[in-house]
């Protein structure tokens, strides 16, 4: 879809097959039923997410440590601490800013290297791909070259952590691009769009409820070559606010003119309730 994702093939090319995924939607079922009856969850809740992690963010979750850290009264919450690490070059006709998190995991080391390591790789492609760059303009003679990175928390609850990295770029013309990693702190697993619902009918409600009010309501033609085709997919860019909302994110020229940069839209809940696997996140 984009460059970030590009940069993270290694990661992202992982296969969910369709039982773990099925079985993931019950984890998240079932870890919102608890939640509603404000229960500890089960020891077998965290043996079965432990499986998921593996095929969805390449992670490995020790069932029995998790479950002891379930036991612990006020369950200390995944992230610690953040720490950005900037790489700053500034000249007077290019300048890089990128920005790397690094996150400290008190409950599990291994989330804690896959997330930090595949940071840092993203970092590592920005900065060679602005290299690549300044030689192919030494070639042509000169010019202007600006990108930016940078991180920022956008949810921090009980629950879930949220974490986001936007790039730009200015040579010519510009571009917007940014992720998202909805991070259960509990149970330890990095969400996917699909994993929040019992089935694909949201896509189809989803993609109308933008259109509608991408053009009815906010007079935003949408690109036409976009229009037969769904204009959100599995890999769509997606956050959960602390007001437990989703919302869904476009990049600058993917669905509309570029003057309108990149595009987020907040997704009535009540639009999406029945479709939903759990109000665990969403309500």
């Known amino acids: 879809m984009n460059r970030m994702n590009d940069y993270r093939q290694s990661y992202d090319d992982i296969p969910i097959p369709p039982e773990l995924d099925r079985r993931l939607r019950e984890t998240i079922a079932q870890a919102g039923?608890?939640?509603?009856?404000?229960?500890?969850?089960?020891?077998?809740?965290?043996?079965?997410?432990?499986?998921?992690?593996?095929?969805?963010?390449?992670?490995?979750?020790?069932?029995?440590?998790?479950?002891?850290?379930?036991?612990?009264?006020?369950?200390?919450?995944?992230?610690?601490?953040?720490?950005?690490?900037?790489?700053?070059?500034?000249?007077?006709?290019?300048?890089?800013?990128?920005?790397?998190?690094?996150?400290?995991?008190?409950?599990?080391?291994?989330?804690?290297?896959?997330?930090?390591?595949?940071?840092?790789?993203?970092?590592?492609?920005?900065?060679?791909?602005?290299?690549?760059k300044l030689v192919e303009m030494d070639d042509a003679g000169g010019g202007h070259l600006a990108i930016d990175s940078k991180v920022e928390v956008i949810t921090d609850t009980d629950i879930l952590f949220v974490l986001s990295r936007s790039y730009s770029e200015i040579q010519g013309s510009s571009s917007y691009e940014i992720e998202y990693d909805n991070v259960?702190?509990?149970?330890?697993?990095?969400?996917?769009?699909?994993?929040?619902?019992?089935?694909?009918?949201?896509?189809?409600?989803?993609?109308?409820?933008?259109v509608h009010y991408l053009e009815d309501e906010q007079a935003v033609s949408i690109n036409p070559e976009k229009k037969p085709l769904p204009l959100i997919d599995a890999d769509q860019p997606f956050f959960i606010s602390n007001k437990k909302t989703l919302h869904i994110s476009f990049d600058k020229y993917e669905i509309t003119a570029g003057a309108y940069g990149p595009i987020t839209i907040e997704?009535?809940?009540?639009?999406?309730?029945?479709?939903?696997?759990?109000?665990?996140?969403?309500?």
Do not use: C
């Open 267 to 283: 997704i009535p809940t009540s639009l999406i309730d029945d479709l939903l696997v759990s109000h665990r996140y969403i309500e």
């Open 33 to 132: 039923r608890e939640q509603r009856r404000n229960k500890r969850m089960k020891s077998w809740l965290f043996s079965i997410v432990a499986l998921f992690v593996i095929w969805i963010s390449s992670l490995n979750v020790s069932p029995q440590f998790a479950q002891a850290m379930a036991n612990v009264p006020g369950f200390q919450s995944l992230v610690s601490a953040l720490t950005i690490h900037e790489i700053v070059v500034e000249q007077e006709m290019y300048e890089a800013h990128i920005e790397t998190p690094t996150i400290a995991n008190v409950t599990n080391p291994e989330l804690e290297q896959v997330l930090n390591a595949k940071y840092i790789a993203e970092s590592e492609a920005l900065y060679e791909s602005f290299e690549q």
């Open 184 to 210: 259960d702190k509990q149970l330890g697993v990095v969400l996917t769009l699909p994993s929040l619902f019992i089935n694909d009918e949201y896509i189809d409600r989803i993609n109308e409820y933008i």
